[in-house]
């Protein structure tokens, strides 16, 4: 399963919102808010949860090619130790997920074991660039290929020789942009 | 209320979310806050704060769920407005 997000800590950071207890009530459950609270740095905990359910979100809708809606706190956060990597529960499924916090940015992604992610800065990113770092990643022969995406806005990149179709996620926020993509197709 | 001031006053409410400002030029009932306006998803959770606040009513999380285009805003109002 397949799914990013990607935050922009300067920009997420600028509104302090760990104790805006309506905002924090919208998306998290008791246990996560008491969590977010307990942390050493409770804005970069509560981004980090966000950014859980944002990737899981992305994996959960295309799993079972789900219409789009606003439910952050049906998503069910819990950390591993370690507190790098975390599970996100949903409608009994669950999702494994991987996050790397920097000073700039907090990524996180879902885990199947066979991925691979690039954080790309804005002011240097190209579609083409895209394009050229996926088919480098994958090993693919330098196919025309074209990105779509389906009615439920989910970016796959088609490969016109092959015939082929490779899923993958993209989030955008800030001065970044964050790739996701599965090994396992090829 | 009538449905013209939900949506004037919902418009006011969203613009300072707003990433792509070409969407608001057209605001309208099919207006997608995510696609049409690009307002990124934890801001939508500050719009529905600030229809909250605006309207005196409670965005319950079912109806929050829904919350994804002007007209889904404005039915979720005028539902809570009538209650």
Known sequence: MIGNDIIDLKVSLANKRAENHRFLRKIFNQDEILTIWNSKNPELMLWQFWSMKEAAYKAHQRKFNLARKLNPISYNCSLHSGDISGTVEIERETYILKTVINPEYIHTWVDSGKNIQKVYDNKSYSRRDLIQDIILELGLNNSYTSISKDLNGIPSLFLENDNKSIPFSLSHHGNFTALSIPLIMC | ?83
């Open chain 2, 1 to 83: 209320m009538s449905e013209k001031e939900i949506i004037t006053r919902l418009k006011k409410i969203v613009e300072p979310y707003v990433q792509r400002i070409e969407g608001m030029a057209n605001f309208h009932e099919e207006t997608d806050f995510l696609n049409d306006l690009q307002i990124n998803s934890a801001n939508l959770v500050d719009v529905v704060l600030d229809v909250e606040d605006e309207f005196d009513i409670e965005i319950d999380n079912d109806s929050m769920e829904g919350m994804l285009t002007v007209g889904d805003a404005k039915s979720i109002i005028q539902k809570k407005l009538a209650s």
